[in-house]
């Protein structure tokens, strides 16, 4: 199996921040990699797939980055709707998904 | 506009088999590159990726649970069926299902509301 980890575990950012969030595969998967984003008690989001592609109607404030076994998700100004969990997950083999990073704004 | 909702029982005892239907609107499975998926989510954990079917009927599954699970879809209803066997408290989670987009990989761009399932006797 692929393990995938991502870092830090929780952020607490201030609005207008950049942040970064990395997410390490414990195997090179390329550029099969996505992001998504999750909201209390709601369903997971695509932000982001093949690494950098950003999914339509996503905020362009949002970037991915990174190939191989090293990827990152980028905010580049945080907004207060920008509070939630993210996720990255490889689909190289099969799917998995990292452990999460909570973001609280 | 695609759209997709998970139904099912809410409860399930341990060694009992879990059934879940997601009904789906938007495409079709009929239609040549769409694929369904199913992840779970335990509660304060992170997403697990379950299987999928595609618009051919093949199917993958994670091979971690293989051996407990079966998808099968209905096209003319637009559904799609996952079956877990011996269903342990552990399996506790949201179920989530999920379309992926015709002929990409695994990963999903609409995803359904969820349902959680407790295990419990």
């Not at chain 1, 970064?20 to 909201?39: D, F, N």
């Not at chain 1, 990152?72 to 998904?97: K, R, V």
């Not at chain 2, 009904?23 to 009929?30: A, D, I, M, N, V």
């Not at chain 2, 649970?65 to 069926?81: G, H």
Request: net charge neutral; charged share 15%.
């Amino acid at each position: 199996d692929i393990q995938m980890t991502q870092s830090p575990s929780t952020l607490s950012p201030s609005v207008g921040d950049r942040v970064t969030i990395t997410c390490r595969a414990s195997q090179g998967v390329g550029t099969w990699l996505a992001w998504y984003q999750q909201k209390p008690g709601k369903a997971p989001k695509l932000l982001i797939y093949k690494a950098s592609t950003l999914q339509s109607g996503v905020p362009s404030r949002f970037s991915g980055g990174g190939s191989g076994t090293e990827f990152t998700l980028t905010i580049s100004s945080l907004q207060p709707d920008d509070s939630a969990t993210y996720y990255c997950q490889q689909y190289d083999t099969y799917a998995t998904f990292g452990q999460g990073t909570k973001v609280e704004v | 506009q695609i759209t997709l909702k998970e139904s099912g029982p809410t409860l399930v005892k341990p060694t009992q088999t879990l059934t879940l239907t997601c009904t789906f609107s938007g495409f079709s499975l009929g239609t040549h590159g769409e694929g369904v998926g199913w992840i779970r989510q335990p509660p304060g954990k992170a997403l697990e990726w379950l299987g999928i079917v595609y618009w051919d009927d093949d199917k993958r599954y994670s091979p971690s649970l293989k051996s407990r699970l079966t998808i099968t879809k209905d096209t003319s209803k637009n559904q799609v069926v996952l079956t877990m066997t011996n269903m342990d408290p552990l399996d506790t989670a949201t179920y989530y299902c999920a379309h992926r987009p015709p002929y990409e990989l695994l990963w999903f761009d609409i995803w359904g509301q969820g349902t959680l399932v407790t295990v419990s006797s």
